[in-house]
């Protein structure tokens, strides 16, 4: 009978019905015959008739305390963004901090609704659009600004132009802007021709312009910053890719303007990451050149950061400098091996982002940072947007 009792509770996971792994409120209910058993973790058959078991709730809560009242999420923070009447709005932000390992963990963004942190500013810039009333939106991108202002031009009825480089984006990525019905435009060259065409229609007042040269989008990236703020308040460094170089200098404001408010008394170390063969701002910051210097050809994996001209390469220096930061280059080998090493943890990120997790493995080997630290990798964008860069 004890031997009975026993084997009967280590099924059900030992100890209090099954407390132990957390099962003790379920029981198990056949649908079919209506036996009902304790549940067991690892057999899910009914031993009467072989149905498959429910797990059912054996008293529901009268009362249940949910963190959040309101989902969290870009929004949440309007006290300190722009506050357009109407929102165009797909839930952006709200995406889990997940530990990786000892002292490091991943923001990771792939989880907006469009797969990047992009989500985050064109909500904002979108409303904005949409509150001035101009129906044409345009961005140059090398693929996920483009996915990302073409599902929220199609949420506020505005019609979406990007440019893209031909044949240098992500297939994933290009099938976002195909879908939402944007009007996708081919350009020869690289993301930093796309800009300069997409800067002239701007100019010439012919659509409202999305990319990052937008303040108020770089306004509803902070949010990055404060999010992280709310889960584990203040970390001693955040690695962050730098493309067009708007997301580092994003988040470091949203620390920055924690700390004027008196929430916290200093700003994480600002450390950007770019590839070796597209590192503009890496070369400018090493120099300590008073001008940015340009890469004509810009090359790597990582598409979303092949930039060689990032418009915003001043307010990054801002944020390194005013931060104790730094930045660091990576190839494109130690990216792709990088992501394998996070794939294998459960996180599928495209290149770009990896490249956050390679430069960690480097600072660690360089005794730069430890891992009695706290470190954040901004995951930027969702492996899936890039499937063909999976061997
Ligand atoms: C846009 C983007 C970046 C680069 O961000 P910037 O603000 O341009 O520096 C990095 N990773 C991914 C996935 C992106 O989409
Ligand atoms: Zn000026």
């Not at 031997?3 to 280590?10: D, E, F, H, Y």
């Not at 929430?263 to 940015?292: F, H, N």
């Not at 080997?365 to 964008?381: K, Q």
Request: net charge positive.
């Amino acid at each position: 009978m004890l031997i009975n009792k026993l084997s009967k509770s280590l099924r059900a996971g030992g100890g209090c019905g099954g407390n132990r792994i957390g099962l003790g409120k379920y029981v198990f209910k056949c649908p079919k015959c209506g036996y009902e058993t304790q549940p067991e973790a690892g057999k899910f058959t009914c031993p009467r008739c072989g149905s498959l078991m429910e797990a059912i709730l054996a008293e529901l809560p009268k009362d249940i305390k949910l963190r959040y009242r309101r989902r969290l999420g870009v929004w949440s923070y309007s006290q300190l963004l722009p506050e357009p009447k109407n929102r165009v709005t797909l839930n952006e932000g709200g995406t889990p901090l997940i530990r990786i390992s000892k002292g490091l963990f991943g923001k990771f963004e792939g989880l907006n609704p469009t797969g990047s942190f992009k989500d985050r500013g064109m909500a904002i810039g979108v409303s904005l659009a949409k509150a001035i009333g101009v129906s044409n939106i345009v961005v140059a991108s090398t693929g996920n600004t483009a996915a990302s202002a073409s599902a929220y031009g199609a949420r506020a009825g505005l019609r979406a132009i990007v440019l893209l480089p031909s044949g240098k984006v992500a297939r994933g990525k290009l099938a976002q802007s195909i879908i939402h019905g944007a009007s996708i435009m081919s350009i020869d060259g690289y993301f930093d021709d796309a800009l300069t065409e997409a800067m002239n229609m701007f100019k010439a007042g012919k659509a409202y312009s999305l990319n990052s040269i937008n303040a108020w989008r770089l306004e509803g990236q902070k949010s990055i910053a404060y999010e992280i703020y709310e889960d584990i308040k203040v970390p001693d460094n955040v690695i962050v890719p730098v493309g067009n170089a708007g997301n580092i200098y994003a988040i470091w404001k949203g620390f920055w303007e924690l700390m004027q408010i008196g929430l916290i008394d200093k700003v994480p170390r600002m450390i950007g990451v770019q590839a070796e063969g597209a590192s503009p701002l890496y070369e400018t910051w090493r120099r300590g050149s008073s001008e940015l210097i340009e890469v004509k050809e810009p090359k790597t994996v990582a598409s979303a950061i092949r930039i060689g001209k990032p418009v915003n390469w001043l307010k990054a220096l801002k944020a390194v400098n005013n931060s104790g930061g730094l930045l660091v280059t990576v190839n494109d080998n130690e990216i792709m091996i990088a992501r394998g090493r996070l794939a294998r943890r459960g996180i599928f990120v495209e290149p770009a982002s990896a490249s956050t997790y390679a430069a960690y493995i480097k600072l660690i080997r360089n005794s730069v940072i430890s891992n009695d630290e706290r470190t954040v990798l901004v995951l930027t964008g969702h492996g899936l947007k890039d499937p063909d860069s999976v061997k």
